[in-house]
């Protein structure tokens, strides 16, 4: 059950930070792939940064800032 709480999560992390990043999304079905990834690459970066988070809330959170820092990337790189 947990993995699939961490992937609907990622999902809506993805499509969360794709409407804040606007202009800089790959569109929805892209935004939620994005989010998914950038929900791990959120909670290793918070893990070695020493932060912690607890709840669905608190994964949201991390789960947002991995995929808005996932989709700059891509962003970046796609140009």
């Known amino acids: 059950m947990g993995l699939i709480l961490n992937l609907i999560i990622g999902g809506l992390a993805g499509w969360l930070a794709g ?3 606007k202009g800089r999304g790959f569109g929805v079905v892209g935004n939620v792939l994005l989010g998914i990834v950038g929900g791990f690459i959120g909670a ?36």
């Open 19 to 21: 409407q804040l990043m």
């Open 44 to 79: 290793i970066m918070f893990r070695l940064l020493g932060l912690a988070s607890t709840g669905i809330v608190g994964s949201l959170v991390v789960s947002t800032v991995g995929a808005a820092l996932l989709l700059y990337l891509a962003q970046r790189f796609r140009k």
